[in-house]
Nanobody, 119 residues
Framework: QVVLVQSGGGSVQAGGSLRLSCALSGVRPWAYCLAWFRQAPGQEREAIAT???????DYADSVKGRFTIVRDSAKNTLYLQMHRLKPEDSGMYYC?????????????WGQGTQVTVSS
């Protein structure tokens, strides 16, 4: 059984940093595409960072250079390190896993965690 359990998030001022965690069960990190999605109020959910063992990491332009996706196979945990946060980064963040990064939607999802960035 695949279970993704998220932790982290919260409120921070613009320019600050946060780290999101996603504990993976039933998923072999090296065999799956892992990703972070974000959904802002009134907007569609978008992929902001993906990590594939063959193709490497990819980021949305809006977060490139500020966010880092990290897969820790030893801890079976996926992280999203976020720096220089902006108010427009606010929203619900979800980790996700699938056997392919091109599947839409991903098969497995975390429960989501709120990030609020104040100006």
């Amino acid at each position: 059984q695949v279970v993704l359990v998220q932790s982290g998030g919260g409120s921070v001022q613009a320019g600050g940093s946060l780290r999101l965690s996603c504990a993976l069960s039933g998923v072999r990190p090296w065999a799956y595409c892992l990703a972070w999605f974000r959904q802002a109020p009134g907007q569609e959910r978008e992929a902001i960072a993906t990590s594939d063992s063959l193709d490497g990491d990819d980021y949305a332009d809006s977060v490139k250079g500020r966010f880092t996706i990290v897969r820790d196979s030893a801890k079976n945990t996926l992280y999203l390190q976020m720096h220089r946060l902006k108010p427009e980064d606010s929203g619900m963040y979800y980790c996700a896993a699938d056997q392919s990064c091109i599947n839409d939607p991903f098969t497995y999802w975390g429960q989501g965690t709120q990030v609020t960035v104040s100006s």
